[in-house]
């Protein structure tokens, strides 16, 4: 059975990007007959906050998504993540490191030359060693076959205060809701043949992997919330924005118009899905 997931940081509140995101990972599950489920990634707490999670939540719900189980919040899993730490350090595939940011900036992190001399009575962050048999490319099912392009030899899987890595929490928690493609933005796309070599670290083969083009700000910025990009829900009405990603994604909309309820419009474009059309760009500029 095909699951697909979206997973939004509640740092703020979607923006037309994270709509494209979220109806694309929507469509490709539905078209499948899979599951599709909601997963809040809210572990960055200086970052992100439980209003914007409610937000995020409801403008999901008015935009016509659904989904076949409860939202999944990773701050109330954290447990989950240390016992995949645990077994990392035992299995010597991570390490003790008191680096600070601005030391990382400077130079690659060593420390798991000289795990005797790490102070853990000082702020200590836990990092993944990136093992050297990592995949050279792997193949995405949109974006055909992946360079690696990530060249450095370690990535922190907790930060040293305390706060559990974006990188780790997405693979723990893919592995144990059982996902089976990763639909999301080819702004993640470099980071993936790293995902996927802790993904064997933790015992399991990786999943396939589909990136969606980036909805760009301008030339060099994807539309983000750090960016403050406009909250999407202020900029139209649902039925239309959900006819505008549709049409960024290259759906077809003949039988589509913004009178359709917003659950109309999704059960109408999952019928007319089809992945040879899907919009293969890396990288799309709105006009
Ligand atoms: N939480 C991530 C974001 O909002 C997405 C993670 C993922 O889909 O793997 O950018």
Do not use: W
Not at 113 to 130: A, C, F, G, V, W
Not at 239 to 245: H, T, V
């Amino acid at each position: 059975m095909y699951i697909g997931r979206f997973a939004p940081s509640p740092s703020g509140r979607l923006h037309f990007g994270s709509l494209v995101c979220a109806l694309g990972s929507y469509l490709v599950a539905r078209k499948r007959q899979g599951r599709f489920l909601l997963r809040i990634e809210d572990l960055d707490r200086p970052r992100c906050s439980d209003f914007f999670t409610k937000t995020i939540i409801k403008e999901l719900e008015i935009l016509g998504f659904d989904y076949d189980d409860k939202p999944y919040i990773q701050s109330l899993h954290q447990d989950n993540y240390f016992d995949a730490i645990d077994l990392l350090l035992k299995n010597k595939q991570a390490y003790y490191c008191n680096c600070t940011r601005a030391k990382l900036k400077e130079k690659e992190c060593n420390c798991n030359l000289h795990q005797e001399t790490i102070d853990l009575n000082k702020p200590y962050s836990i990092r993944y060693q990136i093992p050297s048999t990592l995949e050279s490319f792997f193949i995405d099912e949109l974006q055909g076959k992946v360079e690696n392009t990530f060249t450095k030899s370690s990535i922190t899987l907790k930060r040293a205060d305390n706060i559990i890595a974006y990188n780790l929490a997405c693979v723990v928690d893919d592995i144990l809701q059982g996902v089976t493609q990763v639909v999301r933005g080819c702004d993640l796309i470099d980071i993936t043949t790293t995902q996927r070599a802790l993904y064997k670290s933790l015992g399991h083969e990786p999943i396939s992997y589909l990136h969606l083009p980036l909805i760009m700000a301008d030339s060099e910025h994807k539309l983000s919330k750090q960016n403050h990009a406009t909250p999407v829900l202020d900029t139209d009405t649902p039925e239309n924005l959900l006819l505008k990603a549709l049409k960024v994604l290259k759906v077809n909309c003949e039988n589509i118009h913004p009178q359709m309820s917003c659950q109309k419009i999704l059960q109408t474009a999952v019928d007319n899905f089809n992945f040879d059309s899907l919009n293969r760009k890396n990288r799309i500029f709105l006009d």
